[in-house]
């Protein structure tokens, strides 16, 4: 196997920035969209959860897919299709349309998303697979470092947030155009499978009960569940609990970024010495001390001096953890079958999005949602976290069309 070029962690960086950009890029619009559309606060929310509803489903269909036809053609159909929804939401005026096309949106957005880890995993190995997923993620992350800025940014520039999905399709569409011309293809023709859907929908299924693969997956969807809820009530905490203007919204949000950026770095560095799985075990636990301070933070924001940095603080380094976690868990998952990479990355992707979309529609629907319950519904995560990774046994599966 060849190592990827750098030039290649780029572009599959630039290409996994769509789908931060497109959850992240809106935040701070949110409680003014709820306005603009004359809407509840919760219809808005919806529309994240709609979007990673999409998201989800794209990932099980586009995995195997690229198993048999090749990775590129669905890179660059996902791009297409992401454009063209958002030129669709940047001209939607009702909350209905918006909705709907979010879930489009979502659906191709999956894509990329999805492919980046497969055309890695079609070129290195278990060790390699997480540091080179770990160098991905550094790119990738400017992405939801920079969108609640530029969010603010369009809003502050033209006072409405339709031109926020405007931006994202001209920059899918300049995407599209560099991938179409430089992206290569990663799986060899040789290395194909014929198209089986009922295989690849048999394959999950073996995925999901063989209980190695099952806690692997487990593993990297509750710290994204975690992340979500963040994302679902982050904005309405820190703007219309604590007061906030969507600038500090925006730079808050940004340490968050700076965290996940930091612990990708660390990971790179000492994922090959130590192992994914040792890394893994870490960060779990890392993850769920951090969430205890945080929600001491939350409970004591009101009455120290700082106020809002108390919960933001550890709640920064506690998001942080996510790419620490994700990276090792799924360089675990892969080691535990020999499902072809398409199909393993579309099942772990999906099953990451669907838990956060369905845990963060949940809180949505909270009728107190305030600082310490956000703090403590992201707590609950890293401890099932670990309570899996300990009761939860392992045994690898084999499967016949490996």
């Known amino acids: 196997m060849n190592k990827p070029k750098g030039s290649l962690l780029w572009l599959l960086g630039w290409a996994g920035m769509l789908t931060p950009l497109a959850i992240d890029m809106y935040l701070p619009a949110m409680p003014s969209m709820a306005v603009s559309l004359a809407v509840a606060e919760h219809w808005i929310q919806l529309s994240l959860s709609l979007f990673v509803a999409g998201f989800a489903l794209g990932q099980l269909l586009l995995g195997p897919l ?8 669905f890179m660059l159909i996902g791009m297409l299709g992401f454009a063209l929804s958002s030129l669709l939401i940047a001209f939607s005026s009702s909350v209905e349309s918006l909705l709907f096309w979010r879930l489009i949106q979502g659906l191709f957005a999956a894509g990329p998303a999805v492919l980046i880890a497969a055309i890695l995993r079609d070129q290195v190995q278990q060790n390699e697979f997480a540091r080179m997923m770990s160098l991905v993620t550094l790119v990738l992350v ?13 809003i502050l520039l033209w006072q409405d947030w339709h031109w926020i999905f405007m931006v994202l399709a001209v920059n899918a569409f300049i995407c599209l155009l560099v991938m179409a011309w ?6 060899s023709k040789d290395k194909r499978q014929p198209l089986n859907l009922s295989a690849s929908f048999a394959d999950f299924g073996q995925l999901l009960t063989t209980m190695g693969s099952l806690k692997y997956i487990l593993l990297g969807s509750l710290p994204f569940a975690s992340m979500f809820i963040f994302l679902t009530l982050g904005s309405f905490v820190y703007i219309g609990h604590f007061g906030l203007s969507e600038l500090q919204f925006s730079l808050l949000f940004a340490a968050n970024v700076l965290a996940l950026m930091l612990m990708t770095w660390i990971n790179s560095r000492l994922v090959r010495r130590f192992g994914a799985k040792q890394m893994l075990t870490f960060g779990l636990w890392a993850q769920l001390g951090l969430g205890l301070i945080m929600l001491l933070g939350a409970l ?13 603080v550890p709640l920064a380094l506690f998001v942080g953890m996510v790419s620490f976690i ?10 535990q079958t020999k499902v072809m990479p398409g199909t393993v990355a579309s099942l772990a992707g999906a099953s990451r999005f669907a838990l956060g979309g369905v845990i963060g529609l949940l809180v949505s629907l909270l009728a107190v949602q305030g600082p310490s319950v956000m703090a403590l519904a992201m707590l609950c995560c890293p401890l099932a976290s670990l309570l899996i990774l300990y009761l939860l046994p392992e045994r690898q599966l084999r499967a016949q069309n490996a």
Not at 142 to 154: D, I, R, Y
């Open 182 to 187: 430089l992206l290569p293809e990663s799986l």
């Open 66 to 73: 690229s198993d048999s036809f090749g990775r590129k053609p």
């Open 300 to 312: 004591l924001a009101g009455y120290l001096i700082g106020g809002v940095l108390w919960l933001a």
């Open 142 to 154: 400017l992405a939801p470092l920079v969108a609640p800025l530029l969010g603010t940014l369009v």
């Open 326 to 335: 994700g990276a090792n868990a799924l360089a675990c998952l892969y080691e």
